[in-house]
């Protein structure tokens, strides 16, 4: 398969990444994942623009514009034959020795990115998953996309030991989100998500799933929520670019509502699918 890396187009074993990368020596960097539907990017610039946004506040500079970008990423996924897959995308501040400051200005940020050809979860989609519950030790940062994800890998690797498919992390009760998706509730009808503050990414899934819920006329609340609403609640779902939408029946070995995907979840999901077929 061929990668992207910085701005040429090469096999894997021909992209050769230093170890002096300050992305291997201190997870300083950032990066995105992009669904691909019908070989077609989706929702590319929201993508872009949290890219942006992260990329601006750890001060790296992007390597090149977003519309040479945009058209590298499409380039890579004809040049690969995805149809339904991912794009990955990192960006590094560059290669140095080993010292926490920056390097030198003149330091050229490394970029990376491939794609992979990956089916939709569709059986996940419509069985759904189990979920545990877990501390939320991250920084206080997580609304930038950056390469720190030790807390978020503990965490997922947590769950996949106990035999969960996600683990939802709250800090002192608050539900925030969810190792690698976010975390929505239904209660009385109506959806509750925690804000799109500096304590969860601004996923790109989740505003899709607003937009979704706006045209199904279904009320939506951005407002924190704690895991004994959680136990309560009616339904349970997670938003991701991979997941789409996944259906969360049980948290710590009970039963989210009846222990099924619900009907708000459901008509969501519906939505969706007339999105990306
Ligand atoms: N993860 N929250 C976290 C912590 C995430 O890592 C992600 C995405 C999301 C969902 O965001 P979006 O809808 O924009 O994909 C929420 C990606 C897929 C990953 O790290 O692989």
């Known amino acids: 398969s061929l990668y992207l890396y910085q701005n040429q187009f090469l096999p894997k074993d021909q992209v050769s990444i230093s170890p002096d990368d ?14 691909v539907y019908n070989g077609v990017l989706f929702e590319p610039e929201g993508h872009y623009r949290r890219l942006e946004k992260s990329a601006r506040e750890v001060r790296i500079p992007l390597p090149y514009n977003i519309e040479r970008m945009h ?18 995308l990192q960006i590094t501040r560059g290669t140095a020795p080993r010292s926490h400051p920056f ?3 003149d330091t050229e940020p490394v970029l990376m990115a491939y794609c992979n050809q990956i089916a939709r ?10 979920a545990i ?11 930038l996309k950056t390469l720190n994800l030790l807390a978020n890998v503990m965490a997922k690797q947590e769950a996949l030991v106990q035999g969960a498919g996600e ?33 969860i990414l601004h996923g790109i899934t989740r ?30 779902f997670i938003s991701g670019t991979t997941v789409e939408i996944t259906p969360v029946i049980s948290v710590n070995g009970r039963a989210v509502g009846q222990g099924n995907p619900g009907p708000v979840t459901r008509k969501l999901q519906q939505a969706f699918e007339q999105l990306v077929n």
């Open 207 to 236: 505003e899709v799933v607003f937009r979704l819920a706006r045209k199904l006329d279904i009320v939506y609340h951005e407002r924190a929520f704690t895991i004994e609403d959680l136990h309560s609640a009616e339904e349970a």
């Open 121 to 130: 979860p569709l059986s996940t989609m419509e069985q759904g998953i189990t």
């Open 167 to 199: 683990v939802i992390l709250h800090r002192k009760g608050t539900v925030t989100e969810c190792s690698s998706s976010n975390f929505m509730i239904v209660k009385k009808g109506e959806i509750l998500t925690h804000p799109a503050n500096n304590l």
């Open 103 to 105: 390097p030198p200005l």
């Open 133 to 143: 519950t877990a501390d939320d030790i991250r920084w206080l940062k997580c609304d």
């Open 22 to 35: 300050r992305g291997y020596y201190f997870g300083d960097g950032i990066y995105e994942v992009f669904r």
């Open 71 to 88: 058209q590298y990423l499409v380039e890579l996924i004809q040049a690969n034959h995805i149809q339904e897959g991912t794009v990955y």
